[in-house]
């Protein structure tokens, strides 16, 4: 079970720090991401971690939003700085067995159910 908590509503600007407990799956060793999808869009990749802590972010994301991994507590963060309008969507984690593919959303097999940001301009 993956359960993401943390999000909300800011203005344009803001920060906001996602979470996501997993239990039931030993995380360590595989790959573990953020995803988001707008109304109308597509799911798309937002930050991936892998077992060696190598992180892949997407271009409207790098310099603002930082992935980390606490794999004692089995636990996927997401730290989001200077929030724009743009950024509001859903946001999912998502684990997957194994270390390869960790930005593909097609290749992760575990979901939670979603955490929504809305950024006010």
């Known amino acids: 079970q993956l359960v993401e908590s943390g999000g909300g509503s800011v203005q344009s600007g803001g920060s906001l720090r996602l979470s996501c407990a997993v239990s039931?799956?030993?995380?360590?060793?595989?790959?573990m991401g953020w995803f988001r999808q707008a109304p109308g869009k597509e799911r798309e990749g937002v930050a991936s971690?892998?077992?060696?802590?190598?992180?892949t972010y997407a271009d409207s994301v790098k310099g603002r939003f930082t992935v980390s991994r606490d794999n004692a507590k089995n636990t996927l963060y997401l730290q989001m700085n200077a929030l724009k309008p743009e950024d509001t969507a859903m946001y999912y984690c998502?684990?997957?067995?194994?270390?390869?593919?960790?930005?593909?959303?097609?290749?992760?097999?575990?979901w939670g159910q979603g955490t929504q940001v809305t950024v006010s301009s």
């Open positions: 971690i892998d077992s060696a802590y190598s992180t």
């Open positions: 039931g799956y030993a995380t360590i060793s595989h790959c």
């Open positions: 998502a684990f997957k067995y194994g270390k390869l593919g960790c930005f593909d959303p097609r290749a992760y097999t575990y």
